[in-house]
T-cell receptor, first 116, second 112 residues
Framework: GAGVSQSPRYKVAKRGQDVALRCDPI?????LFWYQQALGQGPEFLTY????????KSGLPSDRFFAERPEGSVSTLKIQRTQQEDSAVYLC??????????????FGPGTRLLVL | DQQVKQNSPSLSVQEGRISILNCDYT??????FLWYKKYPAEGPTFLIS?????DKNEDGRFTVFLNKSAKHLSLHIVPSQPGDSAVYFC???????????FGKGTRLSVIA
C-alpha cells in the first residue's frame, strides 16, 4: 500500500519568506507527527496530531512555526518569515490506531528546506 | 542533554560478519524502543522494535537486545550484507503514541 508522502521534496526559500510543507499520512492512520532533522542529527519532535486535534506542540521552536490537520488526514506545517536556522529536513510520520500503547511510526521521505 | 545516545558515529564491517550497533538511554520512563534505517535522501524506514517487557526480539537477520538495568540496547545484523550500508537510528518512546526520541545515528558500512 501507499506510504507516507510529503511535498515538496525540496524547497529553497529566501530569508523572510513563508513556506508550507505538506504531509499525506498512510490511509487510516489517526496519529501524525512532525519532526525536524538537522544535518548530522537525529530527528527531533515538533508536534503531534490525533485526527484533527493537535495534542502536543511542545517541540515547535518558535511562534513562526504552525501546523494544522483540519480534516484529520492531510497535514500542513507552515513556517513564517523563514530564517537560516530553519534549514533542515522536515519529516512527517504516521501511526495506526492504538495497539496497546506501542505504535510504530512510519516516516515519509521528508522535505529538505534550505533558507538562503 | 541527550536522552538517547549512539556513541559510535560510524562502523565498518566485512560482508558476512556480524554488525553490532549500540544505543544507551537515560529516561527510565521509556518502554518502547525502535531501530530505523535511513538511506540518503529518504525518510527513516522502520526495522525492528522491542517492548520493555522483553529482552530480545528477532526478525530474520536482525535481532534487538534490551538490557533495562543498564539502559542499553543493541541491534545485531548477521550476516551483514552490502545493502545494509545506511545510517541506523535508535529511538525510544514512553508508549501510547508519545513522540519518539532519537539518537544521532550510526553510519554502517558493509564492505564486500
Amino acid at each position: 500500500g501507499a506510504g507516507v508522502s510529503q511535498s515538496p521534496r525540496y524547497k529553497v526559500a529566501k530569508r523572510g519568506q513563508d513556506v508550507a510543507l505538506r504531509c499525506d499520512p498512510i490511509s487510516g492512520h489517526v496519529s501524525l507527527f512532525w519532526y525536524q532533522q538537522a544535518l548530522g542529527q537525529g530527528p527531533e519532535f515538533l508536534t503531534y496530531f490525533q485526527n484533527e486535534a493537535q495534542l502536543d506542540k511542545s517541540g515547535l521552536p518558535s511562534d513562526r512555526f504552525f501546523a494544522e490537520r483540519p480534516e484529520g488526514s492531510v497535514s500542513t506545517l507552515k513556517i513564517q518569515r523563514t530564517q537560516q536556522e530553519d534549514s533542515a529536513v522536515y519529516l512527517c510520520a504516521s501511526s495506526p490506531p492504538g495497539t496497546g500503547g506501542q505504535e510504530t511510526q512510519y516516516f515519509g521521505p521528508g522535505t529538505r528546506l534550505l533558507v538562503l | 542533554d541527550q536522552q538517547v545516545k549512539q556513541n559510535s558515529p560510524s562502523l565498518s564491517v566485512q560482508e558476512g560478519r556480524i554488525s553490532i550497533l549500540n544505543c544507551d538511554y537515560t529516561n527510565s520512563m521509556f518502554d518502547y524502543f525502535l531501530w530505523y534505517k535511513k538511506y540518503p535522501a529518504e525518510g527513516p524506514t522502520f526495522l525492528i522494535s522491542i517492548s520493555s517487557i522483553k529482552d530480545k526480539n528477532e526478525d530474520g537477520r536482525f535481532t534487538v537486545f534490551l538490557n533495562k538495568s543498564a539502559k542499553h540496547l543493541s541491534l545485531h545484523i548477521v550476516p551483514s550484507q552490502p545493502g545494509d550500508s545506511a545510517v541506523y537510528f535508535c529511538a525510544a518512546s514512553g508508549g501510547g503514541n508519545t513522540p519518539l526520541v532519537f539518537g544521532k545515528g550510526t553510519r554502517l558500512s558493509v564492505i564486500a
